[in-house]
Nanobody, 115 residues
Framework: QVHMVESGGGLVQAGGSLRLSCEASGSIFNINAMGWYRQAPGKQRELVAIITSGGSTIYADSVKGRFTISRDNAKNTAYLQMNSLKPEDTAVYYC?????????WGQGTQVTVSS
């Protein structure tokens, strides 16, 4: 069994910051990529950022320079530091962890940015 807990979402004014966390526990081994995705109402889920086991990162163009993804391998935890938030960043943010044999999704955490 793998259990994933996301935290850090909330309501923030435009220009503010939030830090999301995603911790995986249980029978999870050989984690490769850890990533964050988001889904706004009426829109498809989209990639926000990915970090590989080697530390390489990929960001959506819309968040480059504002968001930073990181990971703590010892804690099986991924983080997403979000700065200079905009109303268009409002969405449910999901964590995704990929191992050599499976993929796991978190339950999602709501991020709301007011103008």
């Amino acid at each position: 069994q793998v259990h994933m807990v996301e935290s850090g979402g909330g309501l923030v004014q435009a220009g503010g910051s939030l830090r999301l966390s995603c911790e995986a526990s249980g029978s999870i081994f050989n984690i490769n990529a850890m990533g964050w995705y988001r889904q706004a109402p009426g829109k498809q889920r989209e990639l926000v950022a990915i970090i590989t086991s080697g530390g390489s990162t990929i960001y959506a163009d819309s968040v480059k320079g504002r968001f930073t993804i990181s990971r703590d391998n010892a804690k099986n935890t991924a983080y997403l530091q979000m700065n200079s938030l905009k109303p268009e960043d409002t969405a449910v943010y999901y964590c995704k962890i990929t191992t050599t044999i499976s993929t796991y999704w978190g339950q999602g955490t709501q991020v709301t940015v007011s103008s």
